[in-house]
């Protein structure tokens, strides 16, 4: 088990656990491959995209992403063994040591994802989100976002 979690910003971790999932719904193109989340500003790339995302895609993402944390879900841990979580999930952006039984974080029904960082108990601590920006270059779109203290 790993005893040394990430320590992302627990309000803003969550804030893109919300995102990833809302993009996968959204476009079905999975989770982000790479993330840089930080206190003030935070971005995720995404792959398998053709081009950056109109200004009416940008604000319905950020739509669904705030109504979700409205609706104060309670984010959970749970953990299951590796080989089901193989089964289910993509292991790859999970640490090394990780072990044989993986964390998954569940973010009320909306989210479950294998992680190893810190998260808030309530979506309720989050804040509003809000999409700083958006950016495409070699097949990977980029989005850079931010949390305004509810």
Do not use: W
Not at 41 to 62: A, G, H, P, Q, T
Not at 99 to 120: A, M, W
Not at 125 to 146: M, Q, T, Y
Request: hydrophobic share 30%.
């Amino acid at each position: 088990m790993n005893h040394n979690p990430k320590q992302y910003y627990p309000p803003m971790h969550t804030a893109e656990h919300i995102l990833n999932q809302t993009m996968v719904r959204l476009y079905g193109k999975g989770r982000s491959f790479s993330n840089h989340i930080e206190k003030k500003k935070s971005k995720c790339d995404y792959k398998n995209f053709v081009s950056n995302l109109s200004e009416e895609e940008l604000i319905k993402i950020e739509s669904l992403v705030n109504a979700e944390i409205e609706k104060n879900h309670d984010v959970r841990e749970e953990f299951i063994d590796r080989d089901e979580a193989e089964q289910k999930f993509n292991l790859n952006n999970l640490p090394e040591e990780a072990g044989e039984k993986i964390r998954l974080i569940k973010i009320g029904d909306y989210d479950t994802c294998p992680c190893s960082g810190v998260h808030v108990k309530n979506t309720s601590e989050i804040g509003k989100f809000k999409i700083v920006s958006s950016s495409f270059d070699n097949d990977v779109l980029r989005i850079r976002f931010k949390l305004i203290e509810s």
